[in-house]
């Protein structure tokens, strides 16, 4: 079993910046991809960004594209989200995902086999 514990969120005013945590432990054996991920009430959970297991490829969807930037430090079993020039919109809970075996990044939600429990990001007006 593997475990994700997101940290980092919070609340900023627009225009801020955050960096986002995800802290992977428990039975990671091999590379794995990671994503980010995030939902606000009553919608579906969109996919954000995703990073390959030696962190060469990233991939990001257009609303955060040149906004956030992922990055993962397998040493430290540690990945991250910066995100600058928040906007109000981006509020939500972010989720980090795990998705095991996998080389290339990975930008379908199916193919994600692990979950944090969620960061609050609240960007303020």
């Known amino acids: 079993q593997v475990q994700l514990e997101e940290s980092g969120g919070g609340l900023v005013q627009a225009g801020g910046s955050l960096r986002l945590s995800c802290a992977v432990s428990?039975?990671?054996?091999?590379?794995?991809?990671m994503g980010w991920f995030r939902q606000t009430p009553g919608e579906e959970r969109e996919f954000l960004a995703a990073i390959s297991w030696n962190g060469a490829s990233t991939y990001y969807t257009d609303s955060v594209k040149g906004r956030f930037t992922i990055s993962r430090d397998n040493a430290k079993n540690m990945v991250y989200l910066q995100m600058n020039s928040l906007k109000p919109e981006d509020t939500a809970v972010y989720y980090c995902?795990?998705?095991?075996?996998?080389?290339?990044?990975?930008?379908?939600?199916?193919?994600?086999?692990?979950w944090g429990q969620g960061t609050q990001v609240t960007v303020s007006s």
């Open positions: 428990g039975r990671t054996f091999g590379a794995y991809a």
């Open positions: 995902a795990y998705a095991e075996g996998y080389i290339r990044l990975v930008i379908t939600e199916r193919e994600y086999d692990f």
